[in-house]
């Protein structure tokens, strides 16, 4: 595989705080490259610094092989960002918006004015081309600060939480135009502490966490060890944790742990096992009243909390 960015050993403190502290991973071409780790995890820093735009205190990045001090002009070239906070006009047509972002790349005339259009399709905005943003919905102005981003074609694009607090709809319509970009051979970094957007895009993930990374690989490799589980969660209404007696699940066929938190339990189950029936009967035989079940299966928010102890909304 061709590595498009090295990144190693990158440091960036602020004062005390360990933002980033000794990142080493690599870019492939062609691929989405998911971020994911809760808020102050490091990754706004991360890309802060790849998209030229923040100094690292040390460590080494390469963009195609050039170090990222070298031809800063060149690297910038090469890249779309999209950034966490809007950076659109408001009182200018959407087009305008995105033709002068891409006009600074040096495009002019009839090229211009083509992939001005190309990437307001792209995103989906192209009716809304003479609208001005300040008639939009947060998830188009999104949109189309991505438009700004891909108009000149970079070779990689990198976006910071692109779809925090906006609508369904355009959170699906950025993750679709995001593949397609892909499948187009645009190489993509992708910020995110949404576990679901990760699973759905990426393919290959880094988890950060305190300025290091805790995880690498594909979604596959990292849920290998989660592959064959299923946790229940049910939630109790007639008895408190302290009163609660668990032993008797063990003897369930399958059951693997059993946590209890407030009036809910989480059991950890072989996932081919049927068994919520005996656990569910069992509970009835002692009395027990459930209010509520769920059952999911191993996710990278597992693999999160397994290595850090943490949840990745905490
Ligand atoms: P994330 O993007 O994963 O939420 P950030 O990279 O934004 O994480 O932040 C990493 C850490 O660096 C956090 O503890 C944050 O408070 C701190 N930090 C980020 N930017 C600054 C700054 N400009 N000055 C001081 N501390 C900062």
């Known amino acids: 595989m061709e590595s498009i960015i090295e990144v190693k050993n990158l440091k960036k403190y602020y004062k005390e705080n360990k933002a980033v502290n000794g990142l080493s991973f690599d870019l492939y071409k062609g691929e989405i490259l998911g971020f994911l780790g809760p808020n102050g995890a490091g990754k706004s820093t991360t890309i802060s ?14 963009f195609f092989g050039t170090d990222i001090k070298e031809n800063k002009k060149w690297i910038k070239q090469q890249l779309g960002i999209v950034p966490q906070e809007l950076a659109i006009f408001e009182e200018i047509s959407a087009y305008k918006n995105v033709e002068f972002f ?25 009716e809304k081309r ?9 998830g188009m102005k999104r949109r189309l600060n991505i438009a700004c981003a891909i108009a000149h074609k970079p070779k990689i694009l990198i976006l ?33 502490h949404y576990m679901e957007e990760v699973q759905e895009i ?9 300025g290091i990374k805790v995880a690498e690989g594909t979604i596959a490799e990292l849920m290998e060890s989660y592959r064959n589980t299923r946790i229940y969660k049910i ?67 597992m693999v999160f909390l397994k290595l850090t102890g943490k949840k990745l909304r905490d």
Request: glycine content about 6%; charged content about 30%; proline content about 2%.
């Open 49 to 62: 610094i790849l998209s030229t735009i923040l100094k690292h205190d040390s460590g080494d990045i390469k």
């Open 102 to 126: 891409t006009s600074l790349y040096g495009l002019k005339g009839k090229q211009l004015r083509s992939v001005v259009l190309e990437a307001l399709k792209m995103v989906g905005l192209e």
């Open 130 to 138: 003479d609208n001005k943003p300040s008639t939009f919905s947060g």
């Open 160 to 192: 910071d939480e692109p779809t925090v607090g906006i609508d369904p709809q355009s959170r699906n319509h950025i993750l679709e135009s995001i593949k397609r970009l892909r499948d187009q051979g645009t190489t993509i970094i992708y910020t995110t």
């Open 202 to 210: 990426a393919d290959r993930v880094i988890i950060m966490d305190s």
């Open 235 to 301: 939630s109790i209404d007639t008895i408190k944790k302290e009163n609660f007696k668990c032993d008797f699940l063990y003897e369930i066929e399958g059951i693997q742990k059993v946590e209890v938190d407030d009036n809910c339990f989480s059991i950890t189950t072989i996932k081919e096992i049927e068994n919520l029936d005996k656990i569910i009967l069992g509970l009835i035989n002692r009395n027990i009243k459930i209010s509520h079940i769920t059952s999911e299966e191993g996710n990278l928010e």
